[in-house]
């Protein structure tokens, strides 16, 4: 049995790799660390999310390896994370490799669509976000420039050269100043440079129509058309002209997108999404995404943007990544580049909502974490659930709210509202036990169903007040699931039953984030009805007491003037815009005013 204390003991405060393992001798997770002795110990002491003590949880072993620089730490822990593929480490798919556009060194060169950046002086362009988009610029660029197709030379044209489209170099002596200047047009146009080639295009399509060879005018007015639709579909952000690479990220239970907009020469060409599930640290495991996107065969830009994060973590990831990857790696504070980043994390952030949309809409998905959620609790799947949230601001308009879901989607018919009656001040113990007590009742007057499992949003307070009036005053045995949140008012824990257990369902799935849902959805619902509580109380009190103002006329006020104050300061004839007359106006004025 492998003593941790004693290994923890024996690490050193150097730079290095750490090998987390699991039971089986398995490595699970791989990390890297500025201080090995810091960072490895920080997993078996203090307190952690759901998720890295999930991961705590499997670790009965640890190696590591000692390098000279956090550089080497970082290039040593892709390799391992390549090698080991860890359970519990970001992956990049193994086919994640992006298309490029190659001009070949050869005597007659060849333009060619690629997967792997090599030295072998070739000229490449890119990289695309798919290959469709790369073969599309090809196809584009083969029509216009007649560079050699085939990839062995035969003894005779084909019939490229018959179309124009090749100088069959197999057959005839081609100037190489002629390729020269087709190889500066081609590269100028891969940079951003249309301009001269749409003039170009134009200059020959003119001539063709003079000359009245309307096909071949036709041909390069299509031409012309399909560089303006690539064209279009790139934005011009920057205008200092350099080739960048623009991060954004997004996390939400359990699962991490990170979106990179591809930038070349100031324009914004298209982007790379990846979607994916993630388990350590959502900043430590978005900069392992981005080393990882680097390790093999790239091509580089001149710069790489990141989002603001940790301070201490981003300074050494972020120089480690300069001085491994020699360019630029920056978090821009303002202007036009920090909006960049923020445009690619929100869309990152939509990526991810999508997803958890599309899990809402799934009725397999949704039924499975029902029963996901009654095999958790150890109870017959809950088919009615109805949850409970109170709201209030300083023990002000006191409401509360119910939700039901009927086999994992909203009934929203059956949602009801409750404005509390007994309770004063900011009591959520007592404005709980009041609502259970008069939804349950009302319940086993009319004979309604009962719910499966009743999920209120609290911890275990709430929990023993709600069972203290189901058991005690009202016979019932209900199930009891808490919400509890923390300080980002995200779900923390789950706790469930008479001593209000955690349930440790796993973030990522289904359950979980049905639940989580439930409790968002009350909550919702809840602080909508207090809002409007509280905007009624506060703001149509005055107008209430006015004879002849009635709800029509009051909505009408309000909506018009926009506040009461707005109201009081009116003239007479401001009120005919919204068909009051003279006198009533008067009387509404001076109401307000508090005059006789």
Not at 163 to 182: L, R
Not at 265 to 288: A, C, N, P, T, W
Not at 579 to 593: H, M, Y
Request: glycine share 4%; with cysteine; net charge positive.
């Amino acid at each position: 049995m492998v003593n941790l204390q004693e290994k923890l003991s024996l690490l050193p405060a150097k730079p290095g790799c750490y090998l987390m393992k699991n039971d089986a001798g398995e490595i699970i997770y791989v990390g890297k660390a500025k201080v090995l002795k810091n960072r490895v110990r920080s997993y078996f002491t203090g307190s952690h999310d759901e998720k890295t003590q999930r991961l705590v949880a499997n670790i009965t072993d640890f190696e590591y390896i000692i390098t000279d620089s956090p550089t080497e730490a970082l290039i040593l822990e892709c390799n391992l994370i390549k090698q080991y593929k860890p359970q519990y480490n970001i992956l990049l798919k193994d086919d994640k490799t992006y298309p490029y556009l190659k001009i070949t060194n050869e005597t007659h060169p060849r333009l060619d669509v690629v997967r792997k950046v090599h030295k072998d002086h070739g000229r490449y362009f890119g990289p695309y976000p798919s290959a469709q988009a790369a073969h599309e610029t090809k196809r584009l660029l083969s029509r216009i420039y007649p560079l050699r197709k085939c990839k062995t030379m035969k003894n005779r044209p084909c019939l490229y050269f018959h179309m124009g489209q090749c100088f069959a170099p197999c057959n005839e002596t081609v100037d190489v100043q002629k390729y020269e200047s087709i190889v500066a047009d081609i590269t100028r146009f891969l940079k951003g440079d249309y301009r001269s080639l749409c003039n170009d295009l134009k200059d020959k399509m003119h001539r063709a129509s003079e000359a009245l060879d309307f096909e071949r005018a036709k041909d390069f007015r299509d031409q012309i058309a399909a560089i303006q639709a690539i064209m279009e579909k790139q934005k011009i952000i920057l205008t200092d002209n350099l080739d960048r690479d623009i991060f954004g990220y997004y996390a939400q239970n359990g699962w991490m997108c990170v979106q990179v907009f591809f930038m070349r020469q100031g324009k914004l060409i298209e982007r790379d999404v990846s979607l994916f599930k993630h388990y350590g640290e959502e900043q430590e495991d978005f900069m392992s995404f981005v080393s990882q996107y680097y390790h093999e065969n790239h091509a580089l830009p001149k710069e790489i943007l990141l989002p603001e994060m940790d301070e201490s973590l981003l300074l050494d990831d972020a120089l480690a990544l300069e001085d491994w990857l020699s360019i630029k790696v920056k978090v821009p504070q303002r202007g036009p580049k920090k909006e960049l980043v923020e445009l690619a994390s929100k869309n990152a952030r939509v990526a991810v909502e999508e997803r958890f949309l599309f899990l809402e809409k799934d009725f397999n998905r949704t039924h499975k974490a029902i029963e996901d959620i009654g095999n958790a609790f150890n109870i017959e799947i809950p088919k009615r659930i109805e949850a409970f949230d109170n709201s209030n601001i300083q023990g002000t308009d006191p409401v509360s709210a119910m939700v039901v879901y009927i086999d994992g989607k909203p009934a929203r018919k059956e949602y009801r509202k409750y404005k509390v009656r007994t309770v004063e001040g900011a009591d959520d113990y007592s404005t709980m036990r009041e609502v259970i007590r008069r939804r349950y009742m009302r319940v086993l007057k009319d004979n309604l169903p009962l719910p499966d499992l009743i999920v209120i949003d609290g911890g275990k307070g709430h929990i023993s007040s709600v069972i203290d009036v189901l058991e005690n005053e009202l016979g019932l045995d209900i199930p009891i699931c808490g919400l509890k949140k923390n300080r980002e008012h995200k779900t923390e824990q789950i706790l469930f039953g008479k001593e209000a257990q955690v349930i440790p369902l796993e973030r990522s799935s289904e359950a979980f984030y049905l639940l989580q849902r439930i409790q968002e959805e009350v909550h919702r619902f809840a602080i909508t009805f207090h809002r409007q509580t509280k905007s009624k109380n506060t703001f149509t009190s005055a107008l209430d007491n006015i004879k002849g103002v009635g709800e029509k006329r009051r909505k009408a006020l309000l909506k018009h003037f926009g506040s009461l104050q707005k109201i009081r300061e009116a003239s007479v004839e401001d009120f005919r815009q919204i068909g009051i007359g003279d006198v009533l106006a008067k009387q509404i004025i001076d109401a307000l005013n508090d005059k006789p």
